[in-house]
C-alpha cells in the first residue's frame, strides 16, 4: 500500500494520529516527494445533488443540460434515488459506468425529500453544493451566476429565486401559487433573514455552512431550504438570482397533502421543537381543535333543549373525540395512519385512552383544589397531565409504531 502511494502520503497514513490538524493539513498540502508522479486531476468545485423518485426519463436530459452550462467547471452530480420502481437508479448507472462525474445513492427503505438531500449533500467533498428538482423545472443556466456569487460575495446561501426582478413562477396553477404565498408568508415565522423566495426547491450552499448545521436539521418534509435558513444559529450571508420556472414535460409532480402536511410539521419544529416534540404539539393543537368542535354540538343539542345537559355532553364528547382520532390518524400520525379495520379498533381504544385521560384530569384536578391551590391553575394543570397522558397513551397503543 505504502508503494502504491507513495512515500510522502505513505507516511501521512502512517502517523497521521500523531499529527494535529494543523500539520496534516501542512503535509496533505506539501504533495508528494517520491513515489509515483501526483495526479493533476483538478479538485471537484462544485456537486450537484438531485433527489429522485420516478424521474428515469429526465435523468439523461438534465444531465446533458447539465455538461453544456458547467463546461467551465469542475462538477459533479450526485442522484439520491429512493428506490423509483421505474429504474431511476439504474439508469443512473448505466450512465455513471461511462462519466465518472456522475454518482448515485440509492436508498432503500428510506424516504422523503429533504432527508435525501442532506445524505447527497454529506457525501460530497466539493466547496460549493446545488440542490435542485431532478423534473426540469429549474433553470440550470443559472447555476454558474450563483456559483460566481456564492464565490466573489463569500456568502453562506445563494437561492434561485422565482419572486425576485426577472425570476417567473411559470405556468403555475393559481392555486399553487396562492399556496407557495402562503408558504413563504409562514416561512418568515422561522427563517433568520429576509428573502424573497423561501419556498425555492433551487439553491446552492458553502459546504462547510452547511455541515455545521446539520445536527440543528429537522431533515423531514419537502422544504429544506427553509429547514437551513432556520436552523442557522446566527442569520445567514445570502444572496438571490433570478430565475423562471419551468413546466415539467416529464414525469409525475410529487406535490400532494402530504407535502404541505411535512411543511408544517417543518414550521411547528422550527416554532416550538426546542421546547417541545412536535407531534405533542400536533396533538395539543388537534386537541384544541376538539373543544370548538365539542360546544358547536353541545350548543345546539342544549340551547334548543332536544336533550338534557348530560345527554347531550355525552354526545358533543363522542363527536369531539372522533373528530380528534380522525384529524390525529390524517395528520398528527400520518406516518402510523391506520387503514380498513384497524380504524374501528383504534377509535376504541382511543375512546378508552381519552375516557381515562379525564378521570386523571378530574383526580389530579381535584386534589390541587383541597390543597387550595387556585381553581384556574388546578383546571390547567388537570388538563395538561391529561394531555400528556393521552398522547403517551394513544401514540404507545393506538398508534403504535410497527414496520415499515
Keep these: 500500500m505504502h508503494g502504491i502511494l507513495g512515500g ?27 513515489g509515483i508522479a501526483e495526479i493533476s486531476t483538478p479538485p471537484i468545485e462544485l456537486t450537484v445533488v438531485i433527489p429522485t423518485f420516478k424521474e428515469r426519463l429526465n435523468v439523461p436530459i438534465l444531465l446533458e443540460k447539465l455538461k453544456t452550462v458547467l463546461a467551465h467547471i469542475e462538477w459533479e452530480v450526485l442522484y439520491v434515488d429512493d428506490n423509483s420502481p421505474d429504474g431511476t437508479a439504474d439508469t443512473v ?27 447527497g449533500m454529506m457525501a460530497s467533498a466539493a466547496p460549493y453544493i446545488a440542490v435542485m428538482d431532478a423534473d426540469l423545472q ?22 434561485a429565486s422565482r419572486r425576485m426582478a426577472g425570476g417567473s413562477m411559470g405556468d403555475f396553477a393559481k392555486g399553487r401559487v396562492k399556496l407557495s404565498d402562503l408558504g413563504s408568508k409562514v416561512s418568515k415565522l422561522v427563517c433568520r433573514c429576509d428573502v424573497s423566495d423561501p419556498m425555492s426547491g433551487f439553491f446552492l450552499v458553502e459546504a462547510r455552512f452547511f455541515r455545521a448545521l446539520v445536527p440543528r436539521l429537522t431533515g423531514s418534509g419537502f422544504k429544506i431550504l427553509v429547514d437551513i435558513l432556520a436552523s442557522s444559529p446566527t442569520p445567514p450571508r445570502v444572496g438571490e438570482v433570478p430565475y423562471r420556472f419551468r413546466t415539467r414535460q416529464l414525469g409525475e409532480s410529487k406535490l400532494d397533502v402530504n407535502v404541505q402536511l411535512e411543511y408544517i410539521f417543518l414550521v411547528i419544529d422550527k416554532l416550538v421543537g426546542k421546547w417541545l416534540p412536535t407531534r405533542f404539539a400536533l396533538f395539543v393543537l388537534v386537541g384544541a381543535l376538539g373543544v370548538v368542535v365539542h360546544l358547536a354540538v353541545l350548543a345546539p343539542l342544549y340551547l334548543n333543549h332536544r336533550h338534557h345537559f348530560p345527554q347531550a355532553q355525552l354526545i358533543a364528547t363522542a363527536a369531539a373525540m372522533t373528530f380528534n382520532f380522525l384529524l390525529n390518524n390524517a395528520v398528527t400520525f400520518r406516518d402510523r395512519r391506520l387503514h380498513g379495520w384497524r380504524i374501528a379498533t383504534g377509535l376504541l381504544t382511543f375512546y378508552a385512552a381519552c375516557s381515562l385521560g379525564a378521570i386523571v384530569n378530574v383526580a389530579f384536578a381535584n386534589m390541587l ?4 391551590v387556585p381553581w384556574y391553575f388546578a383546571g390547567t394543570a388537570g388538563t395538561g397531565i391529561s394531555s400528556v397522558w393521552n398522547y403517551g397513551v394513544n401514540a404507545v397503543i393506538t398508534w403504535r409504531r410497527g414496520r415499515a
Design 93 to 119: 448507472r448505466e450512465i455513471a459506468l461511462l462519466d465518472r462525474r456522475v454518482r448515485i445513492i440509492e436508498r432503500i427503505g428510506r424516504r422523503g425529500l429533504s432527508s435525501a438531500c442532506v445524505e
Design 138 to 159: 429549474h433553470d440550470e443556466s443559472v447555476l454558474p451566476d450563483m456559483l460566481h456569487k456564492i464565490e466573489s460575495e463569500k456568502l453562506d446561501v445563494v437561492i
Design 369 to 372: 383544589m383541597r390543597q387550595g
Design 8 to 34: 510522502h502520503t505513505g507516511y501521512i497514513l502512517e502517523h497521521s494520529e500523531a499529527l494535529d490538524d494543523q500539520q496534516l493539513h501542512e503535509a496533505v498540502a506539501a504533495g508528494p516527494r517520491t
